[in-house]
Each structure stands twice: as structure tokens, then as C-alpha cells.
Nanobody, 128 residues
């Protein structure tokens, strides 16, 4: 059973930075996609960034140029570097993973329900 544990959330002022981490256990897929999603109460879960086993990435337009997704395969850890944070980035951030398929990272970004495994989330709050 794959387990995902997020960390690194917190409260920052607008313009600040945070780095989220997602530690994955028992993840043995040779091809996969992992991603970060966020959700505010009363809103739908939205894709933030995805990365696959080949290192291809996709980003939501709202975070391009500010957020960077990366992975450390030796540590089985996924990261999300968030810079120039805005109040509208406030949300619960979730890490997700799937054994993947033929779809590209952009498809996975748009289809969070297709992911097999989810973490519990970490809260990010950005104040103006």
C-alpha cells in the first residue's frame, strides 16, 4: 500500500516562499505520475503541477513561473517550491500519485480523480 505524507505547509505573507514535501513509501512503479493539487473549502480540487517518471512537468497557468515541482528518486520524495505567493494560493495542498499510463502530465493535471493515492494534505495560508 502506497502512503504519501505531505509536510512544509504554513502561514506566510504575500510575496513569501514555502517548500512542500511529499514522502512516498512502498512506491515501486517504474512509470508513474505524481502531482500537487489544492482545494479550498467549497471549491473543486484543482491541479497545481504534475511530474512523471521521465521528468516531464505540467503547471496550472496560475502558478507558472512561481512554482516548481521536482522529485528526488533516491529519497522517494516529491517537492513543490512555491515563490511569490499570493493570497489566492491559500488552500489545502495534496500530494497524489498513480502508476500512470500513456497519458501526459497535462492530462493528469486536469484529472485529479484518476490518481490512485493521496496524502492527507498540508495547509498553506498566504496573508496580504
Amino acid at each position: 500500500q502506497v502512503q504519501l505524507v505531505e509536510s512544509g505547509g504554513g502561514s506566510v505573507q504575500a510575496g513569501g516562499s514555502l517548500r512542500l514535501s511529499c514522502a512516498a513509501s512502498a512506491y515501486t512503479y517504474s512509470t508513474y505520475c505524481m502531482g500537487w493539487f489544492r482545494q479550498d473549502p467549497g471549491k473543486e480540487r484543482e491541479g497545481v503541477a504534475t511530474i512523471d517518471s521521465a521528468g516531464s512537468t505540467s503547471y496550472a497557468d496560475s502558478v507558472k513561473g512561481r512554482f516548481t515541482i521536482s522529485q528526488d528518486n533516491a529519497k522517494n520524495t516529491l517537492y513543490l517550491e512555491m515563490n511569490s505567493l499570493k493570497p489566492e494560493d491559500t488552500a489545502m495542498y495534496y500530494c497524489a500519485a498513480t502508476g500512470g499510463g500513456a497519458s501526459g502530465t497535462w492530462w493528469w493535471l486536469l484529472h485529479p480523480n484518476a490518481f490512485d493515492y493521496w496524502g492527507q494534505g498540508t495547509q498553506v495560508t498566504v496573508s496580504s
